[in-house]
């Protein structure tokens, strides 16, 4: 599968992309490295950090100057020589980490994941007690999802080999002795998607899609992921915020 990530397209590991949406998306990503952090803070006192799946390490980055002790794994041989040219600690699987975390972090990595219980399996046994485990995933029944059917950006073929609905995640997590105890949301993930699925439409139909579809849906997804009288379960990446059942 390495060859798949390697592609100059793939945000995650983009570190240098010229055109105006490339520019747009890693300051967006400074954001969301920000709001995530103040997340986890809400949670967890100040201490280890494993992030799974840490791509080229800004988000490792981020906590470090925060004060976290950070360890990554990431398979991706090209994304993991940047981290380590950056001085942070990574690993290539998650068999070699024997270290207890205060907090564990999955952003957008268990849909690429080939053995998923046995990856929940090894997490639990690397969570501190008292600790917390940060799940973020593409939510099949989003409201994005919906709309842009067959060209949502999120089916992401074929890097993404699952997906999850907020029950199944539940249902999984419990599975492997963890409760969810908060389920938040990716606040910025609606209009990446949609700006994404617009534009993967617009590829494959040969046309212009206008800017209108991409806005509205946008602003309704993310409404969605929002408290009140809008149901949270069709937020385009829900949070799940993870300890372990017993606690």
């Known amino acids: 599968m390495g060859r798949y990530y390697e592609d100059e397209r793939y945000h995650p590991h983009q570190r240098n992309g010229v055109s105006r949406t490339d520019r747009l998306y890693r300051v967006l990503r400074g954001w969301n490295l920000r709001n995530k952090r103040r997340l986890i803070e809400q949670y967890c006192t100040q201490g280890s950090i494993l992030d799974v799946g840490c791509g080229t390490g800004e988000f490792l980055t981020e906590m470090q100057g925060a004060g976290w002790q950070v360890l990554g794994i990431e398979p991706a041989s090209q994304a993991r020589d940047f981290v380590e040219k950056g001085g942070l600690r990574v690993l290539d699987r998650i068999e070699k980490c024997h270290d207890r975390f205060d907090a564990i972090t999955l952003w957008h990595v268990l849909e690429h994941i080939h053995e998923v219980h046995d990856l929940l399996h090894q997490l639990g046994k690397l969570l501190s007690p008292g600790g917390r485990i940060f ?6 029944e989003s409201f994005d999802a919906k709309r842009y059917g067959p060209y949502w ?7 993404h080999l699952y997906h999850f609905r907020p029950q199944d995640m539940r249902l999984f997590l419990h599975t492997h002795g963890l409760k969810v105890i908060r389920q938040s949301a990716l606040f910025l993930d609606p209009w990446y998607n949609s700006l994404f699925s617009c534009r993967l439409k617009s590829e494959i139909k040969g046309k212009k899609i206008g800017a209108y579809g991409f806005i509205t849906c946008g602003f309704v997804s993310s409404c969605a992921s929002l408290k009140g009288r809008f149901n949270r379960n069709s937020s385009s990446s829900p949070i799940y915020i993870a300890c372990h059942g017993d606690r």
């Open 135 to 140: 799940i973020a995933a593409p939510n099949l």
């Open 153 to 159: 950006i999120a089916f992401d073929a074929p890097r």
